[in-house]
């Protein structure tokens, strides 16, 4: 049995504790916040709940896997759903699009209603990326990195210096389909012309699997894992930060942490590397991906029926999510900016067409800046600066013998599945404990 140490309480470093302890290792997670769950977390306030990051989820399979591997199944714990629609887009021009998931067909028709032939056009963009995303499954997200054992096509798409913006410019002349098919990594902080394009896998998965929510809030989620902890006998430590990693020798023997050393076989690092001292100079090229102007709303009165999530394309860029927890005849939504923000976001929301100023009677703000200093970092994972952003960030392995990554920071694919797929890693690198 190996004595592990996880630094982090997010959903990566949850994950990878979880994982390792069902595989037999003697597990230690320590989160230098009060409560588990990072940005899994809640904001509440006056009766209102929103969840504090991401509101859904693609691939429920990597969520199902998760539970399944580390206790009881995810049905027993949560009930997870697919969402009707993937978001509706707003436009400039008054035009808006109700983008539904989970099928090509409903993709076609929906896309169509924005002119003749652009359905086809979109669904034809969105199918190239079937067998890229076959490859990065199969090869970069499910299997450790190993440069040796990589096949050509893999190590050649991921030197490809074709960015996601000139893949966008090609497929279309409509920069309203430009603004969707570029959406989710523009709302995580990119720039297009320093993303690669395999990155568009984002909007394959979308129309393969949809994607997915839990009634009430995705905080639920954290919840569930802060349990599943429990069951398989994870020591807990709060309240506690990591300074930095004692090493002696090339190996890690310990976490050197605020209140005291914790000895360790083997760390997984699910925080930004970025923090610790001993994995800093391995990540001084990267960046972090900065969290978007974050303002939660709780509304009463006549206010318009909107999808989970819309979106209203321009600069800044809004984001409004609906479905947070609220008292009887009310509702939670919360908002998201990006871009030149010169204006209260609510403002800037009404002039955007939605207009709930005189609706709202309570309201949580919280900018960039809080966001990260609240998590220790962005759970957007490192911001993309070319292809090279792939292998410059550390995961799973490093080079620091017996540390390894996990989280938002380890991963080049966008949200939670991704920092899940994450943890899966660790735990294949790692393996079951051995039994002395």
Request: proline letters at 6%.
């Amino acid at each position: 049995m190996s004595d592990v140490v996880v630094v982090g309480g997010g959903f990566g470093g949850m994950s990878s504790a979880a994982r390792l302890a069902k595989l037999g290792h003697d597990v230690t997670l320590v989160e230098r916040s009060h409560v588990l769950g990072g940005a899994l977390g809640s904001e509440s306030s006056q009766g209102f709940t929103w969840d504090a990051g991401p509101s859904t989820t693609l691939l429920p399979a990597v969520v199902r896997d998760l539970f399944r591997k580390s206790g009881r199944p995810l049905e027993r714990e949560l009930d997870l759903q697919p969402l009707d629609l993937v978001r509706e887009h707003r436009f400039a021009d008054g035009s808006s699009l109700a983008l539904p998931g989970g099928s090509r067909a409903a993709q076609l028709a929906a896309v169509e209603s924005l002119g003749a032939g652009l359905g086809r056009q979109w669904v034809d963009h969105v199918a190239s990326y079937g067998d890229v995303w076959e490859l990065l499954r199969r090869e970069w997200f499910e299997r450790p990195w190993n440069p040796d054992l990589a096949p050509k096509e893999l190590t050649s798409l991921l030197a490809s210096r074709e960015s996601l913006h000139k893949r966008l410019r090609r497929s279309f002349k409509d920069e309203r389909l430009r603004l969707v098919g570029g959406h989710a990594a523009v709302a995580d902080g990119h720039d297009l012309r320093n993303v690669p394009a395999w990155l568009g896998i984002t909007s394959y998965l979308e129309q393969r699997f949809g994607t997915w929510t839990v009634p009430g809030g995705i905080a639920a989620l954290g919840g569930a894992m802060a349990e599943r902890l429990v069951l398989r006998g994870v020591r807990v430590l709060t309240s506690t930060t990591a300074v930095d990693l004692v090493v002696r020798s090339g190996r890690v023997v310990a976490v050197h942490t605020t209140t005291g050393e914790i000895p360790a076989d083997l760390v997984v690092v699910a925080i930004d590397p970025r923090r610790l001292p001993s994995l800093a100079p391995y990540v001084e090229r990267t960046m972090p991906a900065i969290p978007p102007v974050v303002c939660h709303l709780g509304l009463e009165g006549d206010l318009p029926d909107l999808p989970h999530e819309v979106v209203i394309h321009g600069d800044p860029l809004l984001v409004v999510r609906t479905g947070g927890k609220a008292p009887a005849g009310a509702a939670a939504w919360t908002l998201h900016g990006r871009g030149r923000l010169a204006e209260d976001i609510v403002v800037a929301l009404a002039r955007g067409g939605i207009d709930v100023r005189k609706q709202v009677v309570a309201r949580v703000d919280r900018s960039p800046r809080d966001l990260v200093e609240q998590w220790g970092g962005s759970p957007h994972g490192v911001q993309w600066r070319g292809p090279r952003t792939a292998r410059e960030r550390l995961g799973p392995r490093t080079p620091v013998d017996g540390v390894l990554t996990a989280g938002a920071s380890a991963t080049t694919g966008p949200g939670l599945p991704f920092v899940g797929l994450s943890a899966a890693l660790v735990a294949e690198v790692v393996g079951r404990a051995e039994r002395g």
